[in-house]
C-alpha cells in the first residue's frame, strides 16, 4: 500500500484552529479574559475526571487525559496460533525467544457518564455509575515480582526499589475504567444542529471490511485503531501517559506487552488445552541456579520445587534478557556495539506478536469478541490477572467499530526500531499499516537493509521521528535515524511521482530517553535531577501526542479523522524552529543533558513554582512562555522556551534537497 494512497492529497498544513487543551498564557491576559476563556464552549468538552482517591492523595499519581472521551481499559492475553520459538539463542539450555501467547492492553474511548445513565434507565437496570468502575493498578501484577524485575534490569538491589516503589507508585490507578462500555457517541462539536450524529463521510467509497457494519450502527463512530510498541525494560502501561492521551481523543489504542525479554519482567499464563513450547517440550532443561545470583542468566521459566517434589506451574516468568558477553549493548560508548543476533530477532519475535494482536483485534471488529473472551487467560485465578478479566463488556458493541485499514504502528526506542522494520515490510507482510511514529528510536537496533537495490525493502510510508535531545547529541544514533527518516522520504517522494512526502524528523527540546514514559510524570524530580530533564514532563508527553495528532490529521483517510475538532492545534509540526543536531562524546551522552548555570536555575525555578503556589493565579508579570494545562495551572521546566521553540525539526516535508544532504556541525 503506497503511502500516497493514504495520505490526505494536497498541502501538508496541519491545521490552524485551537482546540482544547494545553495552552500558552498571553502577556497582556487578565482576569477578566481569564474568565471568558474558561467559559469558551470547547473547553467544555473533555471528559470529566475520574474522582480523585485517597490514594491518590498520598502516592504518585498519573493526570487525567484532557481529550472529549473518558477512557476504557482492558487485558487481554490469549494464545498464540502457531507457537513457536525464535533463533537458536538459548538461555539456561532453553529456547530464549518463544511465542505461547500473547498480551497487550487496550485503551479506548468509552461510554460517557451521562450516557450510561441513559442507557442503564432504558434498561432499567442498577449498574453502578462510571466513576464506581474500578480502574486498573499502574504496576503491574503481581507488583512485588515486578518491582523485583525493574530492579534486575537496572542491576540494583531489589529491597530498595521495591521499598521506594511501595511507598510511591504502588497503588497508582490509570484515569481510566476497567471493561468500560465503548462510546457509542460522537464528540459535541461532531454532531449536528439537531444533536444527533452526522453521517460517516466516504462511506461509498470504503472497502468491504470498512462496510461490513450493521445497518443499526451507522450512526455510531467508527475508531482508528493505533499499536504501540515499548522499549527495553517496558510493559504494557509503561506508556499509559500517551497510549490513553491518545484514546481519550478517539483512537483505539493496543499497548503490547513483549514477551522476547525486552521487558523487565513478565509472566505468561500457559494454556493446557493447546499445545505450547512446554508441552512440546521443545525448551525443557534442567534446574537454571537462581536468576537474581547470575546476571547472565535473568530469565527463569522452570518450575519451582514445592515441598521437596518438582509441580509444573501453570506459568512461567520471562525477564530482560542481557546479551551474553556484551550485556550493555546499548550503551554508545559499547566498542563491540549492539547484539544484532538478539535484538534482531527480538524484534522478529515483536512483529510476529504485533500480527497475533492485530489478529485479536479483527476479531472482535468481525464480531466475534465472546470467542476471544473464552480463549483469554488474564482473568480470576491466573497469575497477573486481575478478578474481573473480561466482565462486563458487551462485545456486540464492538462489531464493526474499529478501522482495520490504515492502522498506525508507534513504538518507543526499541518499539520505534520495531516500527521501522515493520514498515519496511509493509507492502507484503503488513499491508494493513500506512504509517509509523517514533519516539525517540533506538536507531543501532534496527536491522540493516542488506538490499538497498529493492524497493520493497525500503520505506514507503509516512514517518514521524519524535526524538529527546539526550539522544540527538548521541551522534551514531541521530545519524542511524536520519537515514531512515531520508530513506522513506525518497521511496514515499517516488512512489507519489515526485510529490511531497510526508515525513518529519524532530526534537523535543531539553528532553531525555524517558520524558515519553509514565516514569517522567511520576518521578519529575528525579528525572530532572539525575538524567538533567529540562521540559516539563506533562509538557513533553502533550508535545509528544499532539505532533502525533497533527502527523495522523493529514495522514489518515479522512473518515478516520473526525475527531481533529478537538485537537488542539498548535501547529507544532509547522511553527516549529530548523535545526542541526550538536555533537557531544562525554561519559553521559544519550544518558542525561548538561545544564548550564544549574543550580541558579533550578533556584529560580523553584521560586516561580512556590510563587504560583501560594498565589494560585496567574500575575500579569509571568513568563508568556510557560505553557498551561486546561485548568490553568503552569507546566514550567527549568527553561521554557515559547511556542515554535520547544521543538527541532531536522526534517520535514518542506525541507529542500541541499538541507537534507547537509552535513551535521
Known amino acids: ?49 475520574p474522582k480523585q482517591t485517597w490514594r491518590e492523595s498520598i502516592f ?29 539463542i538459548k538461555r539456561n539450555h532453553q529456547y530464549a525467544l518463544k511465542l ?78 476497567r471493561n468500560a462500555q465503548l462510546s457509542e457517541e ?27 457494519i450493521d445497518d443499526q450502527d451507522r450512526g455510531k463512530p467508527k475508531f482508528p485503531l493505533i499499536i504501540f510498541s515499548h522499549g527495553l525494560g517496558g510493559s504494557r502501561t509503561m506508556y499509559s501517559a500517551i497510549c490513553g492521551e491518545l484514546a481519550s481523543f478517539g483512537f483505539v489504542v493496543v499497548a503490547m506487552e513483549h514477551r522476547d525479554g525486552s521487558g523487565a519482567r513478565t509472566y505468561v499464563n500457559k494454556n493446557n488445552e493447546s499445545p505450547d513450547l512446554d508441552s512440546q517440550h521443545l525448551d525443557w532443561g534442567h534446574e537454571p541456579p537462581s536468576p537474581g545470583n547470575n546476571p547472565e542468566t535473568p530469565q527463569d521459566s522452570t518450575p519451582r520445587k514445592e515441598k521437596g517434589k518438582q509441580k509444573a506451574k501453570p506459568y512461567f516468568m520471562v525477564d530482560y534478557i542481557f546479551p551474553k558477553d556484551n550485556a550493555i549493548d546499548t550503551s554508545p560508548h559499547n566498542e563491540r556495539g549492539v547484539d544484532t543476533e538478539l535484538r534482531g530477532a527480538q524484534i522478529e519475535m515483536r512483529l510476529a506478536e504485533i500480527e497475533e494482536a492485530f489478529f485479536v483485534m479483527g476479531m472482535i471488529q468481525s464480531g466475534h469478541g465472546s470467542q476471544v473472551a473464552e480463549q483469554n487467560l488474564r482473568k480470576k485465578g491466573n ?46 507482510r503488513y499491508s494493513w499499516i500506512s504509517q509509523g511514529i517514533l519516539l525517540d528510536p533506538w536507531g543501532p537496533a534496527v536491522p540493516e537493509n542488506k538490499n538497498n537495490s529493492a524497493e520493497n525493502n525500503k520505506i514507503t510510508k509516512p514517518i514521524l521521528s519524535i526524538g529527546s535531545e539526550a539522544f540527538m547529541h548521541w551522534a551514531e544514533n541521530f545519524d542511524r535515524v536520519r537515514s531512515i527518516c531520508r530513506e522513506a522520504r525518497r521511496a514515499s517522494s517516488a512512489s507519489s511521482g515526485g510529490g511531497s512526502a510526508h515525513v518529519w524528523m524532530t526534537t523535543i527540546r531539553g528532553s531525555t ?66 535545526a542541526a543536531a550538536s555533537r557531544r562524546d562525554d561519559k553521559w551522552v544519550a544518558a542525561r543533558l548538561k545544564i548550564p548555570n544549574e543550580f541558579s536555575l533550578r533556584l529560580r525555578s523553584w521560586w516561580s513554582r512556590r510563587r504560583w503556589s501560594l498565589q494560585r493565579v496567574a500575575s500579569s508579570d509571568d513568563d508568556p512562555n510557560v505553557p498551561r494545562d486546561a485548568s490553568g495551572k503552569p507546566l514550567a521546566g527549568l527553561l521554557n522556551w515559547g511556542a515554535g521553540k520547544e521543538i527541532w525539526v531536522h526534517l520535514s516535508p518542506d525541507s529542500p534537497v541541499d538541507d537534507e544532504e547537509r552535513d551535521v556541525v
Open 1 to 49: 500500500m503506497p503511502s500516497s494512497g493514504s495520505t490526505k492529497a494536497g498541502t501538508s498544513k496541519c491545521g490552524s484552529d485551537s482546540g482544547p487543551g494545553l495552552r500558552y498564557t498571553e502577556p497582556s491576559r487578565d482576569d477578566a479574559q481569564g474568565q471568558e476563556q474558561a467559559e469558551d464552549p470547547k473547553s467544555k468538552t473533555n471528559a470529566p475526571r
Open 60 to 88: 504518585h499519581s498519573l493526570p487525567p487525559y484532557t481529550g472529549p472521551y473518558p477512557v476504557g481499559y482492558l487485558e487481554i492475553e490469549v494464545p498464540a496460533r502457531e507457537p513457536r520459538h525464535f533463533s537458536e
Open 100 to 177: 505461547d501467547t500473547v498480551l497487550f492492553s487496550v485503551y479506548y474511548p468509552c461510554e460517557s457518564e451521562e450516557h450510561r445513565k441513559e442507557r442503564i434507565a432504558k434498561e432499567k437496570g442498577t449498574t453502578p455509575p462510571l466513576s464506581s468502575l474500578p480502574r486498573p493498578l499502574w504496576l503491574p501484577r503481581p507488583r512485588i515480582e515486578t518491582c523485583k524485575g525493574f530492579a534486575k534490569f537496572f542491576n540494583i538491589p531489589h529491597a530498595p526499589v521495591t521499598g521506594y516503589m511501595s511507598l510511591t507508585s504502588m497503588f497508582t490507578e490509570l484515569p481510566a475504567f
Open 186 to 212: 460522537w464528540p459535541a462539536t461532531v454532531k449536528d444542529d439537531k444533536g444527533k450524529p452526522e453521517k460517516q463521510p466516504g462511506e461509498a467509497g470504503q472497502n468491504q471490511d470498512d462496510r461490513a
Open 383 to 428: 497469575i497477573g490477572s486481575s478478578s474481573r478479566g473480561l466482565d462486563g463488556i458487551n462485545w456486540g458493541e464492538w462489531k464493526g467499530r474499529l478501522y482495520m485499514s490504515d492502522v498506525t504502528l508507534m513504538g518507543h526506542s526499541f518499539g520505534g526500531a520495531t516500527t521501522v522494520q515493520a514498515l519496511r515490510l509493509s507492502e507484503q
Open 513 to 578: 530517553h524517558l520524558s515519553q514514559t509514565d516514569f517522567a510524570v511520576l518521578y519529575p524530580n528525579w528525572m530532572s535531577l539525575l538524567m538533567k530533564t529540562i521540559v516539563n514532563p506533562q509538557r513533553a508527553i502533550y508535545i509528544t501526542v499532539h505532533s502525533a495528532l497533527e502527523f495522523l490529521k493529514v495522514t489518515l483517510p479522512d473518515e478516520q479523522t473526525r475527531f481533529n475538532q478537538h485537537w488542539a492545534d498548535e501547529q507544532l509540526l509547522l511553527n516549529s524552529s530548523s
